[in-house]
């Protein structure tokens, strides 16, 4: 499988045509849904399924998104283009990128031309009917909410730390507020939200195991800037695979933008979460307050020196209201605790870091209200 784009699909004109040779003089044009059905006449591609040839024309750099959806079998895409003496050259594919069985397959085109694409099923046998959808768009770009189910195994790409993971990108608009879970009953989850420069380099922003409850891991995020980010759905143990389900849905400015009185949410701070620049790493938490409540925010930890800064995102800059460090005591004496009436309804933010440069361990973060 591939990196994917969840995309929106436009205006959907439909052109319906017969077996493999057939399809194999079509062109699928942008924004264009064409049907095929597959059969035993068709001929049979490096996956041991039956195939129907597509065509594409790309510009340098275009994006090509490709959805296939069968209710008879399991559909698979392949994109790929003929090398010399005639041999499909496979560029990139994709099983269940549309949540099982269906595909969603993303190609940014490296070179101008035409593309090959083969409609195919993931084993042998597959056969039936299906429609195969054409959408272009530039980086980024779903819509909210996005509720998608997958399945993680070890064809996926591989990140830093060995976890294969599927990814999905979509654009935020300064001070959004996103919530992300990842639920399953096969793996313990593990994902992780970030931005990919054009260059491909990776930037992670926040990660979870186990904030969900049981396997699922969740977080609250609030975007700073206007800027396209990319969720990972992975498992915390390299090397696992199995199903999952991915809902990231938009909750600015509600109650469910953060956390509420009562609720307490584990972390751990890593150094892999985001530097200070003064040697600390950090991790954010957002709250829901109305104004007027009397708010109380305890962060604590057994493994190091609890530091909190307390206040809201404006402009792309994050507005200190109250800090504390050794206030909540605790069993090592180092939890921190800071009290304040709200002065507005909406969304607060945490900073959860250390007093000391480049401590890291476990927390625990409680908001109440009186």
Do not use: C, K
Not at 29 to 44: E, F, H, I, Q, Y
Not at 105 to 114: C, D, K, M, S, W
Not at 343 to 361: D, H, K, L, M, R
């Amino acid at each position: 499988m591939q990196n994917r784009l969840l995309i929106v699909t436009s205006a959907i004109a439909l052109l319906t045509v017969g077996a493999g040779g057939a399809a194999a003089q079509q062109l699928i044009r942008p924004n264009t849904t064409v049907a095929g059905s597959l059969d035993s006449r068709d001929p049979v591609s490096s996956t041991g399924g039956h195939f129907e040839r597509w065509r594409i024309d790309a510009e340098p750099g275009e994006m090509v998104v490709l959805r296939m959806n069968s209710g008879e079998f399991d559909p698979l895409l392949q994109i790929g283009r003929s090398a010399p003496g005639g041999q499909f050259r496979e560029l990139a594919s994709d099983d269940d990128g549309a949540g099982y069985p269906n595909a969603l397959l993303q190609y940014r085109a490296t070179e101008g031309g035409t593309y090959e694409v083969r409609a195919t099923s993931f084993g042998s046998g597959g056969y039936g009917g299906y429609s195969l959808s054409r959408s272009t768009q530039a980086y980024g770009a779903s819509g909210l909410p996005i509720d998608i189910g997958g399945y993680i195994d070890l064809d996926d790409p591989v990140d830093a730390d060995g976890r294969h993971y599927e990814a999905y990108r979509f654009a935020l608009t300064n001070q959004q507020v996103i919530r992300i879970r990842q639920e399953s009953d096969d793996v313990d989850t593990y994902v992780m939200l970030g931005l990919v420069r054009d260059n491909g380099e990776w930037i992670g922003l926040f990660h979870d195991d186990d904030s969900g409850g049981g396997l699922n891991s969740e977080f609250n995020y609030q975007a700073v800037s206007d800027e396209i980010f990319e969720v990972r759905a992975s498992t915390y143990g390299a090397g696992s695979t199995g199903s999952y389900r991915l809902t990231v849905e938009d909750v600015s400015a509600t109650p469910d933008g953060g956390m509420r009185p009562g609720m307490i949410t584990g972390g751990w701070l890593a150094n892999n979460d985001n530097p200070d620049g003064e040697g600390r790493y950090i991790e954010y938490r957002t709250f829901y307050a109305v104004a007027g409540q009397h708010m109380t925010v305890t962060l604590r930890s057994d493994e190091f020196d609890a530091y909190m800064r307390v206040g809201q995102w404006s402009n792309g800059a994050f507005h200190e209201m109250w800090s504390d460090d050794d206030s909540g005591g605790g069993t090592t004496g180092y939890d921190a605790q800071t009290s304040f009436v709200a002065p507005f309804t909406g969304i607060y933010t945490v900073v959860v870091t250390s007093f000391g440069a480049n401590e890291q361990g476990l927390f625990s973060l409680e908001v109440a209200a009186y």
